[in-house]
Structures are given as structure tokens and as C-alpha cells.
């Protein structure tokens, strides 16, 4: 159905950490990038991280700088979101989106065309 599954949500305790992919389904398609993107309850979607396929560059939030890192196989359009160091602001439903094609920045959720129907994340305390 959609073009892109993420997978490897759940509730995790302070601190620990958790790894997420996503993955196309079904559709072949070649990507210029991918990304992460959250969003909680009440508030408007935000940029967590991408990566650039062509130069390998990723690109961080300044919040989860240094805590996540993003990685990924451009030809499989797979890409993946190692969090550590979790803490409760991080809840929220992860989404997953591919670039099809060239963008300055990738911060955007207007430069991406495919979207993944999103998987929740639960840090507790």
C-alpha cells in the first residue's frame, strides 16, 4: 500500500536506545535522499535527520545532534535512525520520506515525495 514502512518503534526507558528502519514497499524508485521526520500530539511535523545519497553528507536536528545517527543503502532505498540516549521529548510517531529529486537542504517536509505511514516511539521515565 505505502510506498515506505518504517519498523523498530516501541517503548523504550530513558536513556537506552532504539533503531529504526524503513524500507520501500513494493514500488522501485530512485531517491536523491532520505530522511526522518517526527511528529507528536498538538505539534507540527520536525526535521530529526537525513542523508544525501550522492556526497554520503547526513544532516542533524541541533536536538538529537551527537545522540542519533542516521544511515541508509540509496540504491535499496533503505535507510535506518540509531537513537541512544533517549529521553521523554523524543515520543513521538517517526516517519520515514524519500528526496526524488535535487535540494539544497533536506530539512524540509516539502522536499520529500514518499512518505512511510509512521511508527511510534514511547520513551519513558
Known amino acids: 500500500q505505502v510506498p515506505l514502512v518504517e519498523s523498530g518503534g516501541g517503548l523504550v526507558q530513558a536513556g537506552g536506545s532504539l533503531r529504526l528502519s524503513c524500507a520501500a514497499s513494493g514500488r522501485t524508485f530512485s531517491s536523491y535522499g532520505m530522511g526522518w521526520f517526527r511528529q507528536a500530539p498538538g505539534k507540527e511535523r520536525e526535521f530529526v535527520a537525513a542523508?544525501?545519497?550522492?556526497?554520503?553528507?547526513?544532516y542533524y536536528a541541533d536536538s538529537v545532534k551527537g545522540r542519533f545517527t542516521i544511515s541508509g543503502d540509496g540504491p535499496r532505498n533503505a535507510v535506518y535512525l540509531q537513537m541512544n540516549l533517549l529521553n521523554p521529548v523524543a515520543t513521538a510517531v517517526y516517519y520515514c520520506?524519500?528526496?526524488?529529486?535535487?535540494?539544497?537542504?533536506?530539512?524540509?517536509?516539502?522536499?520529500?515525495?514518499?512518505w512511510g505511514q509512521g511508527t511510534q516511539v514511547t520513551v519513558v521515565s
Open positions: 520520506a524519500a528526496a526524488l529529486q535535487a535540494s539544497s537542504i533536506l530539512k524540509f517536509p516539502a522536499n520529500y515525495a514518499l
Open positions: 542523508i544525501r545519497w550522492s556526497v554520503g553528507s547526513t
